[in-house]
C-alpha cells in the first residue's frame, strides 16, 4: 500500500503528525530538493504533499521528472503567509487545482 508523505518545515510538521501522516522535516530549501527528489524514487510514496515554501527549490529536472511519472503524485499545500497577501482565495485555490489535476474548475458557493 502506498502511503502520504508531507514534506514541510518544522514549524507545520507536529501539525501533519497528529494527522498520522508520514512527515519529512526540511530545514532549508535545498534539504527540501534533495528530500522530495528521494521520495519522488521511493517505490512506497503514493501522495507526497510539499509546503508550498518549499517547492521553489525544486529544479527544472526534478519538476520534468514529477511532470512526467503518474507515481507518486506531488502537491504543493499553500500555507497561510501564501493565502493572507491579499490574493483572491478563490481565484487561488482554482490555481492549485487547475496546476493539480490540468483543467479549470470554477468555484461557486452553493
Request: with cysteine; net charge negative; aromatic share 4%.
Amino acid at each position: 500500500m502506498y502511503k502520504l508523505v508531507v514534506l514541510t518545515d518544522p514549524e507545520h510538521a507536529d501539525g501533519f503528525r497528529l494527522s498520522g501522516c508520514d512527515v519529512v522535516v526540511a530545514e532549508s530549501p535545498e534539504e527540501a530538493r534533495r528530500s522530495l527528489a528521494a521520495l519522488v524514487d521511493d517505490d512506497t510514496s503514493g501522495i507526497i504533499a510539499v509546503n508550498e515554501a518549499l517547492m521553489t527549490a525544486v529544479d527544472e529536472r526534478l519538476q520534468r521528472k514529477i511532470d512526467s511519472i503518474y507515481r507518486p503524485i506531488v502537491v504543493s499545500l499553500p500555507i497561510k503567509e501564501t493565502l493572507s497577501i491579499g490574493e483572491d482565495h478563490r481565484a487561488y485555490l482554482s490555481r492549485l487545482i487547475r496546476r493539480a489535476i490540468g483543467f479549470d474548475i470554477t468555484l461557486r458557493r452553493g
